[in-house]
């Protein structure tokens, strides 16, 4: 079946800069999406169609994509981007299953 | 107020049945595909079901076909999820969530839930 990968864990201090991956053999035929969860909450998109991003999110978050992996781009870090990040892509034309990847936990040391 | 209100959840044995509601405000409910999402306790997302905006198309998770039926009112705002025959394994906080894009490829949400826990247990 069809998954897509992202590490389960990423650390970095106040003001770095965070990347957190995505892999998945469909993405350079699909767009990705990704999602931002606190605990306790629901998830926020945070990224859309591989680079854009919503209203309302704050610039430091970007998106890129090359060949198989995307790549979610946190600059400037900070304590309160501490949370869960999910990558997700589907079509529903069908030739793409609906599926999420397993989750980044993003520490703010 | 844009949002999405989930109700429903409890405590089921297992064998049994329970049924979600998500009451929707703030935008035009029936020109939006809509879908539910769950997450088991410390574990990541999983579509589980999506119903397009006429109930013409509805998509199920490998994991719920033929126990779990999604229907939607949309003189009612609202969308709903049956979940029959249920398993220890579908024990979760089921999101309510909003395609993002109207009658469109592009599958991906951006509207959700606070969530109902559901929690099938003896």
């Known amino acids: 079946s069809y998954e897509l990968t992202q590490p389960p864990s990423v650390s970095v201090s106040p003001g770095q800069t965070a990347r957190i991956t995505c892999s998945g053999d469909?993405?350079?035929?699909?767009?990705a999406y990704w999602y931002q969860q606190k605990p306790g909450q629901a998830p926020v998109l945070v990224i859309y169609?591989?680079?854009e991003r919503p209203s309302g999110i704050p610039e430091r978050f970007s998106g890129s994509s090359s060949g198989t992996t995307v790549t979610l781009t946190i600059s400037g870090v900070q304590a309160e981007d501490e949370a869960d990040y999910y990558c997700?892509?589907?079509?529903?034309?069908?030739?793409?299953?609906?599926?999420f990847g397993g989750g980044t936990k993003l520490t703010v040391l | 107020e844009v949002q999405l209100v989930e109700s429903g959840g409890g405590l089921v044995k297992p064998g049994g049945s329970l049924r979600l509601s998500c009451a929707a405000s703030?935008?035009?409910?029936?020109?939006?595909?809509m879908n539910w999402v769950r997450q088991a306790p410390g574990k990541g997302l999983e579509c589980v079901s999506s119903?397009?905006?006429?109930?013409?198309?509805?998509y199920y998770a490998d994991s719920v076909k033929g126990r779990f039926t999604i229907s939607r009112d949309n003189a009612k705002n609202s969308l709903y999820l049956q979940m029959d025959s249920l398993r220890a394994e579908d024990t979760a906080v089921y999101y309510c969530?909003?395609?993002?894009?109207?009658?469109?490829?592009?599958?991906?949400?951006?509207?959700w839930g606070r969530g109902t826990l559901v929690t099938v247990s003896s």
């Open positions: 169609k591989d680079s």
């Open positions: 969530a909003k395609d993002a894009e109207i009658t469109s490829d592009f599958w991906y949400f951006d509207l």
């Open positions: 997700q892509s589907a079509d529903r034309s069908g030739s793409y299953p609906m599926v």
């Open positions: 703030g935008f035009t409910f029936s020109t939006y595909s």
């Open positions: 119903i397009s905006e006429s109930s013409g198309s509805k």
């Open positions: 469909a993405l350079p035929k699909q767009y």
